[in-house]
């Protein structure tokens, strides 16, 4: 009787219109009893509470709400003239200045969903109005809002470091080469789309003197901020609230800063950092259950059992996170499946920092994927545009993306080169 309750009580707490965080914590707590593991309901508490109680994670609410107030704040338009600066002349201008924009914004949201939402209001009517099409408009908007996601400062990379305890500083150095080559290979096939589909040029370059000082404080700040982490000067949660001062000032400078732009920011930030540990809470019930049961140390006997290397491994852990994150919200995929899977790959010899990262990229290319993708659904949400048809415009971009992530899985001395040469793994 309870096995059927532990499946159905959530899916109908989901269907009723419950969180998921309440329907993953109510299934934890359910499968207790109904896996005859009763007994130990008393110590989820403080299991639950242990989780939380990790000081890297001090640093997520200071960076969500850096991310709100620069939104907010006008650093948008900035980074978008700014990149119009440095690469809007070439053909298919606006496409580049799309990815360069994403690249400069990633440094300041550490957010796909933000980064798509701002470009979407902003860079995509520019497009159209210059003769690229809605869905190609859209679907590089789509495309480059991933590098949000692994550029530091990066949300998802402190909620893998708290939760799989890996130095956050280490994760912030080795995700920016990941980060440049996908930035790199979206310009590539801009390019070549620019020239197959005879895209124009920017039509103007704004005054280099005058852009330049108007987006110095958005550019200086990831750049003081991921200083400071990686040569230890800071810590993560003492560069966020360095981060947090930072943006109130970019906010003055720009004269965006008010009480009712000051109230939105903290509301915001407020209910996705409440999302974001309600997620850490429930996922604590099946974490705690999967280690009473076993589950971690079934995982390493299967993998002995395959007899396989460490590169095959890593390619079924990569496909593992690509598929979780084309059907599950990012944060759970995380809490669930990592602390699960990511330790068989630490007995086969995988380094912890470029695992984290590899598994960090892959589950995030869900949000440009079917049969969710939720930056593809910002996008078409706030253009317009048809959702299927954007999934049919980026699929060239996810086969990209896609292969540059088996690149970077395979070449990990390319990714850990800068945290060792600054000392950090």
Not at 138 to 165: D, K, Q, R
Not at 278 to 295: C, D, K, P, Q
Request: some cysteine; overall charge neutral.
């Amino acid at each position: 009787m309870l096995k059927p309750l532990a499946i159905l009580a959530p899916l109908a707490a989901i269907a009723a219109g419950a969180g998921l965080a309440w329907a993953l914590g109510a299934a934890g707590i359910l499968a207790f009893p109904a896996l005859g593991q009763e007994a130990f309901l008393a110590a989820l508490p403080r299991r639950a509470f242990s989780q939380l109680d990790v000081f890297a994670l001090m640093a997520m609410p200071l960076f969500v709400l850096v991310g709100e107030l620069m939104n907010r704040g006008g650093v948008t338009r900035a980074l978008i003239d700014f990149s119009a600066l440095l690469v809007g002349r070439a053909r298919g201008g606006l496409g580049h200045v799309n990815i360069a924009t994403s690249l400069f914004f990633a440094g300041v949201s550490g957010s796909a969903m933000a980064d798509a939402a701002a470009l979407s209001t902003t860079l995509v009517p520019a497009m159209r109005e210059r003769g690229y099409t809605a869905d190609y408009a859209g679907a590089i908007t789509a495309a480059s809002s991933m590098i949000g996601p692994i550029i530091p400062p990066s949300i998802i990379l402190i909620f893998y470091g708290a939760i799989m305890g890996v130095d956050v500083a280490a994760l912030f150095a080795a995700a920016i080469v990941p980060g440049l080559v996908l930035a790199a290979g979206l310009f590539a096939a801009n390019a070549v789309f620019a020239r197959l589909g005879d895209h124009p040029a920017a039509e103007r370059r704004p005054p280099a003197v005058a852009t330049t000082v108007q987006a110095a404080p958005s550019l200086l700040m990831p750049v003081v901020i991921l200083a400071g982490i990686v040569f230890g000067l800071v810590t993560p949660t003492e560069a966020g609230a360095l981060a947090v001062l930072a943006a109130l000032a970019a906010a003055a400078i720009y004269r965006t800063l008010d009480w009712s732009m000051l109230r939105d920011s903290i509301g915001g930030a407020t209910r996705l950092t409440g999302a974001i540990f309600s997620l850490l809470v429930a996922g604590a019930a099946a974490n705690f259950l999967a280690s009473l049961m076993g589950v971690p140390e079934l995982v390493r006997a299967w993998t002995e059992g395959l007899g396989v290397g460490l590169d095959t491994f890593l390619l079924i852990l990569i496909g593992v996170f690509l598929v979780s994150g084309m059907i599950l919200d990012t944060q759970i995929a995380l809490v669930l499946i990592a602390p699960i899977l990511a330790p068989a790959a630490y007995v086969l010899g995988a380094d912890p920092v470029h695992l984290g990262v590899m598994i960090c990229l892959a589950i995030t290319m869900g949000l440009i994927t079917p049969p969710l993708g939720g930056a593809v659904l910002i996008v078409s949400s706030v253009t317009g545009a048809s959702y299927w048809r954007l999934m049919r415009a980026i699929a060239p971009f996810i086969v990209l993306e896609i292969a540059i992530l088996l690149f970077l899985t395979f070449t990990p001395d390319l990714i850990l080169a800068l945290p060792r040469a600054l000392g950090l793994a």
